[in-house]
């Protein structure tokens, strides 16, 4: 069983949709991170959220980590082709010092 | 231009043929790491390392060997690859703790390995 759960495995809309992906767990992270890759390469940083209930918002995309540090959610407003790729949760424990988990990912698609 | 290298970044083995895939990340960085990626899995953390000469097993440590003598550099080492070790393979590296504030991964391009 994966650590960190993330929901939709899939997603495929139109562009201008909203969308919003789950990144779940029944642990405790001391903080959360998001990535997103592309085809061919490695996954990028998008955001790190640290406080549980922080909402940290980067233009079109808001990153909610949640209150008791257990889950977070992406929600992206008006989907554009250019943020299709795969989307992965990271969360380090405090129990776990150095290691990062990652979720399985979201492989998202915006179509024209 | 700060980077991760990976080397290489294809390789087609046979069972039981050692191999050795380095990294080197020229930013100074204290963490590195390595992952695996599978389909539907995500990465999954093989080794870390903290410093020079401080590493720890990571979630899928088994068939796998790692050595950080210097602070650029390292390499992941399989012993006697076989085929479940086909995968996509990360470096990774980060200026402080990775996953915290200012923790942020740096990755490689990756190297996709088979083994047959």
């Known amino acids: 069983t994966q650590l960190l759960e993330q929901s939709p495995q899939f997603l495929s809309i139109q562009e201008g949709e909203n969308l919003t992906v789950y990144c779940n767990s029944s642990?405790?992270?001391?903080?959360l991170q998001w990535y997103r890759q592309e085809p061919g390469e490695g996954p990028v940083l998008l955001v790190t959220?640290?406080?549980?209930?922080e909402v940290k918002k980067l233009k079109r995309l808001t990153f909610q980590f949640g209150d008791a540090r257990k889950d977070s959610s992406l929600h992206i407003t008006a989907a554009q082709p250019g943020d299709t790729g795969l989307y992965l949760c990271?969360?380090?424990?405090?129990?776990?010092?150095?290691?990062?988990?990652f979720g399985q990912g979201t492989i998202l698609t915006v179509h024209p | 231009e700060a980077q991760v290298t990976q080397n290489p970044r294809y390789l087609i083995t046979v069972t039981g043929k050692k191999l050795t895939v380095t990294c080197s990340q020229n930013?100074?960085?204290?963490?590195m790491s390595w992952y695996r990626q599978d389909p539907g899995l995500g990465l999954r953390q093989i080794y870390y390392?903290?410093?020079?000469?401080?590493?720890d097993k990571g979630d899928v440590p088994e068939g796998y060997k790692v050595s950080r003598k210097e602070k650029r550099n390292f390499p992941l080492i399989l012993e006697s690859p076989s085929p479940n070790q086909t995968s996509l393979y990360f470096c990774?590296?980060?200026?402080?703790?990775?996953?915290?504030?200012?923790?942020?991964?740096?990755f490689g391009e990756g190297s996709r390995l088979t083994v047959l």
């Open positions: 959220v640290v406080t549980g209930g």
């Open positions: 930013m100074n960085h204290e963490y």
């Open positions: 990271a969360g380090r424990r405090r129990t776990s010092y150095g290691k990062l988990t």
């Open positions: 390392s903290m410093n020079v000469e401080v590493t």
């Open positions: 642990s405790v992270f001391s903080s």
């Open positions: 990774a590296s980060s200026p402080r703790l990775a996953g915290g504030p200012g923790g942020e991964l740096f």
